[in-house]
């Protein structure tokens, strides 16, 4: 058995090791993961090794003033491609970030290029459709933020493309329960509660026409 190294209060790069936190750590990975404080004043939780090898240097503020630097030079000062990046690695990695407990919380990450250098997740979306107005969503909502799982999308493809939108079967259709209350001319809550609220059968929750003017799901 290999034992592990200790890297309490060593220093590397920007980041000082504080202790072991395989809270964040993929379920696929056997890797030791260190909580360490960066020298800008933020905590992150990274895999020992590659911090040790020098793969990771900073929380990601280094590549993030890097990023800032060259977009000023070349007056790109707040773009909105940058600003989708930041929001990725705060959801990912961020235990202070409101929607960490959806993201980083249920161990979903960045590929690692993507985290460490925000050029190469640059290069990668204007290669695949970037275009401003459009979102970033993971084709499986359960995987992570990586080349081979992400596509730019509209509001509404991605609304439709959430953990809790089921799709449900009748009549030989095949629909989530958004498109089913679109088709169906109801409102989302209304099918919603019928189908989870009120234990409503799916012919019963799908024929019957709300009433209108009533805020009830009948």
Known sequence: MVKAIDMTRKRFGRLVALHPDNSTRPKSSTALFWKFKCDCGNTTIANGN???????????????????K????????????????CSMKQRCYNPNNKDYKNYGGRGIGMETSWRNDFSEFEQWACKNGYREGLSIDRINCNGNYESNNCRWTNQAVQANNTRKNVVIEFQGKKHTTAEWAKILGMTYSTLEGRLNNYGWSIEQALTVKPIKGRNQYV
Do not use: N, T
């Not at 911090?51 to 590549?63: A, L, N, P, T, W």
């Open 50 to 68: 590659e911090v040790r090898k020098g793969k990771i240097k900073s929380c990601g503020c280094f590549h993030a003033e890097s990023a800032s």
């Open 70 to 85: 060259r977009f000023k030079k070349h007056g790109q000062s707040g773009s909105k491609l940058y600003d989708v990046w």
